[in-house]
């Protein structure tokens, strides 16, 4: 199956400051990705949609300030979480749509903020 | 009414039973059909997708569509406790720009 990878795995830092999470669709090109945000025992919730070369389209009651996202290529794209807070702390997951309509999801990136 | 609903169990089945997973939509225009399976503290993970009316197999998994009554379901037989997860169905729509999941159904299997 189509492979989804994202960068880092996992990362702690300082309220106050940005961290850029990655995702690649390593043997596929996807002219859309998805980012999600899953809190514990909680569901998956869809931030924002991306498509390659546009900007993002950010679901109601998402910062799009807050949270910036880039796809400038057809296998990547980055969302940067600015200015990070303690209630940021979350399970980030991408996702990359495939020519077959499909959704392949990465591995997540766990973000605390302390 | 959601536009995909789950129920959010915990379903319970012992080792070597048939689990059955179900979920409903609500866009009678909906064409195609995910079963996602996510771990305790992984991300979602496909297990098969569908797209016609009936059954499709793939190993101890069956999926079954029926767009008539807007249902599809996720059959796993033999049952194992590795299948301990939550089973996310999801729906395509606005040409797959968007995916709408259901919550999930926890299914837990007893040794």
């Known amino acids: 199956g189509a492979v989804v990878s994202q960068h880092p795995s996992w990362v702690i830092c300082k309220s106050g400051t940005s961290v850029k999470i990655e995702c690649r669709s390593l043997?596929?090109?996807?002219?859309?990705m998805f980012w999600y945000r899953q809190f514990p025992k909680q569901s998956l919730m869809l931030m924002a949609t991306?498509?390659?070369?546009?900007?993002?389209?950010?679901e109601q009651g998402v910062e799009k300030d807050k949270f910036l996202i880039n796809h400038a290529s057809l296998t990547l794209s980055t969302l940067t979480v600015t200015s990070a807070h303690p209630e940021d702390s979350s399970f980030y997951i991408c996702?990359?749509?495939?020519?077959?309509?499909?959704?392949?999801f990465g591995p997540g990136t766990r973000l605390l903020v302390l | 009414q959601k536009e995909v609903e789950q129920n959010s169990g915990p379903l319970s089945v012992p080792e070597g039973a048939i689990a059955s997973l179900n979920c409903t939509y609500s866009?009678?225009?909906?064409?195609?059909f995910f079963w996602y399976r996510q771990y305790s503290g992984k991300s979602p993970e496909l297990i098969m997708s569908?797209?016609?009316?009936g059954d499709k197999e793939d190993g101890r998994f069956t999926a079954q569509l029926n767009k008539a009554s807007q249902y599809v379901s996720l059959l796993i037989r033999d049952s194992q406790p590795s299948d301990s997860a939550t089973y996310l169905c999801?729906?395509?729509?606005?040409?797959?720009?968007?995916?709408?999941f259901g919550s999930g159904t926890k299914l837990n299997v007893k040794p």
């Open positions: 991306s498509n390659e070369g546009s900007k993002a389209t950010y």
């Open positions: 999801a729906v395509p729509i606005y040409n797959f720009n968007k995916f709408y």
């Open positions: 866009d009678r225009g909906s064409q195609s």
């Open positions: 043997d596929f090109q996807a002219t859309t």
């Open positions: 569908i797209y016609s009316n």
């Open positions: 996702s990359a749509r495939s020519a077959q309509e499909t959704q392949y």
